[in-house]
């Protein structure tokens, strides 16, 4: 049968949800069904449940989410900025077109600022408030006036206009920590050398027990602009020359973060083993607040029906004909052209330019019936292409005598090499990865 022009042939095997998307759409599930609105720190609610816990076998299949795009160069030079290169500044990882972490940089005045976000965050631009120290209490100048700071922050309007976001909060670390993070993750690794330590240790003293990487230290912690969500990670050499790994986060951005942290920390105990001629084992991962913040509810719902789209399609291709497959995929297709073409005309434009959210955005203020069928018939098209076409991902690694000896180079996200290898490093490869289109969710700060 043709898929988007190219001749596929079924594989039953690979036609399947990969584990790591069925076991994360559970969690999702789960908040949703049993997970209670909570207030927090940024202002905006989520849904939480305290405790989850499950355990990968990273050995036997990859884990890395296929009901959305994930960044994976993203996920891998992070990890590598806090482990290898051990550094808490932002500037490492804006030079490799990482900017996970702009949010939370220290400015050059030495302040920290928080912003109002979603709807609020153009309200005030000209608002000015008090600055705080590290400990909460307010700071006042030399001449015992209140210290007060303004936003630094330029974002855009619905009309493209620039204008300074609304501020909400500033906390002054102090100059020598502008461009970082204070002494939070790479601060804390390249303090206690603690990823040295694991790594001599498994290679030189397998059966030991104190192999582990704690990221929350006391000391530090109000000099931290954000304290570590994955704080810690523990690893166990079994006698069957397998490598094991045990992580903790005390707090999880299920929609946002979850999936990034999963799949970096798998390539993490990867290297590891690598470097120590071992075998990858299983990574198990525990979670104390799982949460869903309330803005990312439509992003989060929309990943979820596409994940029970693919649940559908693996049941007819498992029992069905190669004829019964082809004929219902070709119905679908056919139904998603019909609504495309009425999509393009009421829009007076070639949209195929336009990725669907924008779409779908422009159509809803003309036809909203319209705009709700053709989102759904465009996501169980590629639900349906998703599980006739997928393989299984591969994670390769260069062969190194240590993980500190990994290139920390990458290619631009442009390069056609990012189609090969998503990960854009050549010594860290991640091979057949063929994930359903990227979901935007919202950054609570």
């Not at 109002?116 to 965050?121: D, K, L, T, V």
Request: glycine share 4%; aromatic share 10%.
């Amino acid at each position: 049968m043709k898929i988007n022009g190219k001749d596929i042939r079924i594989n039953r095997e690979t036609a399947r949800i990969s584990e790591m998307d069925r076991v994360y759409c559970s969690l999702v599930e789960e908040i949703l069904t049993e997970g209670v609105e909570t207030k927090n720190r940024t202002g905006i609610n989520t849904i939480s449940i305290a405790g989850w816990n499950y355990k990968f076998n990273v050995g036997k299949e990859f884990p890395v989410a296929e009901t959305k795009d994930v960044k994976v160069m993203n996920c891998t030079s992070e990890i590598q900025w806090i482990h290898q290169v051990q550094s808490n500044e932002v500037k490492w990882l804006q030079d490799r077109g990482n900017n996970t972490w702009d949010l939370w940089v220290v400015d050059e005045d030495g302040i920290y600022r928080t912003y109002e976000q979603g709807a609020n965050s153009l309200d005030e631009p000209d608002k000015i408030v008090q600055v705080r120290d590290v400990k909460g209490n307010l700071m006042t100048d030399k001449y015992n006036k209140p210290l007060m700071a303004k936003s630094s922050m330029i974002i855009k309007d619905e009309n493209n206009n620039e204008k300074y976001a609304t501020i909400k909060t500033a906390t002054f670390f102090g100059k020598e920590y502008a461009g970082t993070i204070g002494e939070a993750y790479g601060y804390i690794t390249k303090l206690y050398q603690r990823p040295q330590y694991v790594e001599n240790t498994i290679k030189n003293n397998s059966t030991d027990r104190r192999m582990n990487i704690v990221l929350w230290q006391d000391a530090h912690l109000e000099k931290a602009v954000l304290p570590s969500c994955v704080w810690s990670s523990e690893y166990k050499v079994t006698p069957d020359g397998k490598l094991h790994s045990y992580i903790h986060q005390r707090s999880a951005d299920v929609p946002l973060g979850l999936p990034f942290n999963i799949t970096q920390y798998a390539i993490e105990l990867s290297k590891y083993a690598k470097a120590s001629g071992l075998e990858v084992g299983t990574m198990s991962w525990s979670i104390m607040d799982a949460h869903i913040y309330v803005n990312q509810l439509d992003g989060i719902k929309k990943q979820l029906k596409r994940y029970k789209y693919m649940s559908e399609y693996v049941d007819i291709i498992q029992n069905s004909s190669d004829e019964e497959v082809e004929i219902l995929y070709n119905k679908q297709v056919d139904f998603f052209d019909k609504l495309h073409k009425r999509a393009t005309v009421l829009l007076l434009e070639d949209i195929n330019q336009l990725p669907m959210s924008k779409r779908v955005k422009i159509l809803q203020n003309i036809d909203y019936e319209l705009a709700k069928s053709y989102e759904e018939a465009f996501e169980m098209k590629v639900s349906f292409e998703h599980i006739l076409t997928r393989e299984e991902p591969v994670l390769e690694l260069a062969s190194h005598n240590s993980v500190f000896e990994y290139s920390t180079d990458y290619v631009s996200k442009t390069d056609p090499y990012t189609k090969e290898n998503p990960i854009g490093n050549r010594e860290i490869v991640l091979k057949k990865y063929t994930p359903t289109p990227f979901i935007r969710m919202p950054i609570a700060q």
